[in-house]
């Protein structure tokens, strides 16, 4: 199973240059940033770009009801991001997600050649993104949740006649108490979103106890262990005490691949 690392894009350069330096050298394959209202994900992450040579950036991810296809193309244009690299992530919520979703994966495919990953959370979606997607992000999940979406993805490409998309998960990652205060205020956020809030109630879970939240960093492995098998690449979105280099740098330290 491979591992990515993800940061709030809304935090200073300098932290996103550091932690995407570090988690290339470290040997993580992915790197990926959100793109938070009007904190521009993909300006973020031509920071990460430009400190790094061979990871893939990940941007997990722009809403479609909210950018448009071609401000997109022209974002990812504007800031030169490595077409080769880059894992283009866009969702939508209800209503009309589906159809947004589908034309806006095909409008982005006609004018940029790289990879599209899609945000699925219910079993329509992951539907789809089995048909269309070069990849899905799974967010918020257990590893029992996430094996029944893997298997409705990789199913509905089998029907379309297309290889299954490359499997990743949002996994949020705490170490050491100091960061367990931000966790839950991330987690209550979520539980307060109508998709999110529905499924945390099909999954029957405190949004919370999909984290990895440990005391110490050699407990991080033992944490991951129920997701190997599940996706191919499990991003640890990364949730310091405080967003210093420092304490970033710690954390890609401390969940660096063995």
Not at 29 to 48: E, I, M, R
Request: proline share 7%; charged share 20%.
């Amino acid at each position: 199973m491979a591992r990515g690392f993800a940061v709030f894009a809304g935090v200073s350069p300098d932290v996103i240059r550091a932690a995407a330096k570090e988690a290339e050298a470290l040997g993580y394959t992915s790197f990926w940033v959100n793109h938070p209202g009007p904190t521009d994900g993909l300006a973020a992450l031509a920071q990460a770009a430009a400190e790094t040579r061979r990871i893939a950036l990940g941007i997990g991810v722009i809403p479609l009801h909210t950018r448009a296809p071609e401000s997109i193309v022209s974002g990812v244009r504007g800031h030169k991001l490595p077409l080769d690299r880059l894992l283009l992530g866009v969702g939508s919520p209800n209503p009309g997600s589906l159809r947004r979703v589908r034309d806006g994966v095909a409008a982005l495919k006609t004018q940029l050649a790289t990879r599209v990953i899609v945000a699925a959370l219910g079993p329509k979606m992951c539907q789809l993104a089995g048909e269309i997607a070069d990849g899905v992000l799974f967010n918020w999940v257990t590893p029992a949740h996430a094996r029944a979406s893997a298997d409705i993805v990789r199913q509905a490409a089998k029907a379309a006649r297309r290889p299954a998309p490359t499997l990743f998960a949002y996994v949020r990652l705490v170490v050491g108490d100091r960061g367990t205060p931000r966790l839950r205020s991330e987690a209550d956020r979520y539980a307060a979103i109508p998709a999110y809030a529905a499924n945390f109630a099909r999954m029957g879970v405190d949004p919370i106890t999909t984290a990895v939240a440990v005391s110490r960093s050699d407990m991080v492995e033992a944490a991951l262990a129920p997701w190997r098998g599940v996706v191919d690449e499990v991003v640890l979105r990364a949730l310091p005490a405080e967003d210093t280099v420092d304490e970033m740098v710690s954390l890609v330290r401390a969940a660096a691949p063995r």
